[in-house]
Antibody, heavy 117, light 108 residues
Framework: EVQLLESGGGLVQPGGSLRLSCAAS????????MTWVRQAPGKGLEWVSS????????YYADSVKGRFTISRDNSKNTVYLQMKTLRAEDTAVYFC??????????WGQGTLVTVSS | SYVLTQPPSVSLAPGKTASIPCGGN??????VHWYQQKPGQAPVLIVY???DRPSGIPERFSGSNSGNTATLTINRVEAGDEADYYC???????????FGGGTKLTVL
């Protein structure tokens, strides 16, 4: 059974940093690209970033490019999202998802990031 | 960048057929995927590659894609189908994943 478990969310001040983690199990991690999707309170889904299976390709939404960095450690079956210079508008539940040829069949339950002073 | 447009809400009575459109420029050239999300839960994939259903998804859910509009159809709507529905594509022009704004389905 595929399982994705996000962690690292919390309350952070504007301008601060946070690193999210997504621990994966139940599938061959090195065979799958991974993606972060977020959802602001009461809003829709917003793609944040994706990383290829071996990390050679990374992709970012314009809203986070230059501030967020996606990475993965295939020895730990974990994907990360390093977030810097956080803004109030980054407040959201952040979901980790397993890529399956351009769509997402498996999702974690999400971790809440709140940016507020 | 590529834009997907969905109506904010659709309402209908139980037993009726719901059609949720997802508009995009020449969307028929892309593979469209659909997700159902209930409050407080993660999204669930219900249709992928325009028309295919993952195992466990009822046959009442189906998809189509033609011209500038992809459509999610839910036959014989039930109270348990109340949720937000999102369409999604991969825009290979920008290497971006794109979601529609979502449609809230209300079963009256």
């Amino acid at each position: 059974e595929v399982q994705l478990l996000e962690s690292g969310g919390g309350l952070v001040q504007p301008g601060g940093s946070l690193r999210l983690s997504c621990a994966a199990s139940g599938f061959t991690f090195t065979s799958s690209a991974m993606t972060w999707v977020r959802q602001a309170p009461g809003k829709g889904l917003e793609w944040v970033s994706s990383i290829s299976a071996f990390g050679e390709g990374t992709y970012y939404a314009d809203s986070v490019k230059g501030r967020f960095t996606i990475s993965r450690d295939n020895s730990k079956n974990t994907v990360y999202l390093q977030m810097k210079t956080l803004r109030a508008e980054d407040t959201a539940v952040y979901f980790c998802a397993k890529d399956t040829q351009e769509y997402f069949h498996h999702w974690g339950q999400g971790t809440l990031v709140t940016v507020s002073s | 960048s590529y834009v997907l447009t969905q109506p904010p809400s659709v309402s209908l009575a139980p037993g009726k057929t719901a059609s949720i459109p997802c508009g995009g420029n020449n969307i028929e050239t892309k593979s469209v995927h659909w997700y159902q999300q209930k409050p407080g839960q993660a999204p669930v994939l219900i249709v992928y590659d325009d028309t295919d259903r993952p195992s466990g998804i009822p046959e009442r859910f189906s998809g189509s894609n033609s011209g500038n509009t992809a459509t999610l159809t839910i036959n014989r709507v039930e109270a348990g189908d109340e949720a937000d529905y999102y369409c999604q594509v991969w825009d290979n022009g920008s290497d971006h994943v794109v979601f529609g704004g979502g449609t809230k389905l209300t079963v009256l």
